[in-house]
């Protein structure tokens, strides 16, 4: 019975002592947090730490939070690709003057022309461009372009879909051997912060 009376005692010492806690108002005081029970009190609610009734805390030693530190850190620029590995793009001959693929002359054949989309994640706004590297002599010189669909994206962390068509004229299909899927070219997917 008496274990029963102190547990319950000390229950009520631990609830009611919250009534004593303090903080400082930085107006009054130089800015530093404190949480603390008031010593001053002249009954028993408070819990007795070391003997005196000057040192009081919760019941059970709760840890209580005194201040909040902001915690800062250093992010760099981070773009990603997915599965840039797994993808390819496979070109094809197009009407030189399809206005919706090449849309070059009668003259620049012969044409060829394909897409394929990409998913790219930043945490940056970016700018996205294609560049063929890698070309082999079936792209004659300058004769391509590569254009991105949307070409901005923004920096929100989130997955958005870029469609990468590259188009080249006047090709010298004479220097590879025929096939369906022959490398003429790799490209390159880049990205720049947008200012």
Known sequence: MIKRTLIAIGLMAFVTSWAFATTIDSSTYPPFSVYSFSPD????LAIKVDGKQTVRWPFDYKYLEICKIPVKMKIGMYIRVKDCDDKKIIIVQ?????A??????????PCYYGCVTVSILANFNAQIRGQLVDR??????????????PSDIPGDGNYHDVELCVKTWLAKIEKAAAGDEVDVAKLSVQARPKV
């Open 100 to 109: 919706e693929t090449v849309n070059k002359g009668a003259g620049d054949w």
């Open 41 to 44: 009190q002249d009954d028993d």
């Open 136 to 149: 082999t002599s079936v792209i004659n010189g300058d004769k391509w372009s590569v254009s991105a669909t």
């Open 94 to 98: 197009k009407d030189c003057e399809d």
